[in-house]
């Protein structure tokens, strides 16, 4: 299996932004559609934001939509997360994983890794 490490997390203000990383660990990284996915206290899992593995596809929940911006670089085995005019209701921890495609963004391994924390202050 793909060894993922999520990292870019952190403390920003509502309308901040920040830039999420992940970094693959395999060169099969490449032909795998990944998404990212949230969990804030008490609240179930649920799918932020998923890519093709071309990146020619993408797909976004409506909660972000038009706010985070989903992209990769196979050639550094990295998917980002760019997510701009931040809100308190994004505070959760962040993860990412393969997927079975951009339009059915469901995570394609059942472990996940450390993910990374982000922190919106009102």
């Known amino acids: 299996q793909v060894q993922l490490v999520e990292s870019g997390g952190g403390l920003v203000q509502a309308g901040g932004s920040l830039r999420l990383s992940c970094a693959a660990s395999?060169?099969?990284?490449?032909?795998?559609?990944m998404g990212w996915f949230r969990q804030a206290p008490g609240k179930e899992r649920e799918s932020v934001a998923a890519?093709?593995?071309?990146?020619?596809?993408?797909y976004y929940a409506d909660s972000v939509k038009g706010r985070f911006t989903i992209s990769r670089d196979n050639a550094k085995n990295t998917v980002y997360l760019h997510m701009n005019s931040l809100k308190a209701e994004d505070t959760a921890v962040y993860y990412c994983n393969a997927v079975l495609s951009a339009s059915m963004p469901k995570n394609k391994y059942d472990s996940w890794g450390q993910g990374t924390q982000v922190t919106v202050s009102s």
């Open positions: 395999r060169r099969t990284f490449s032909y795998l559609a």
């Open positions: 890519i093709s593995w071309s990146g020619s596809s993408t």
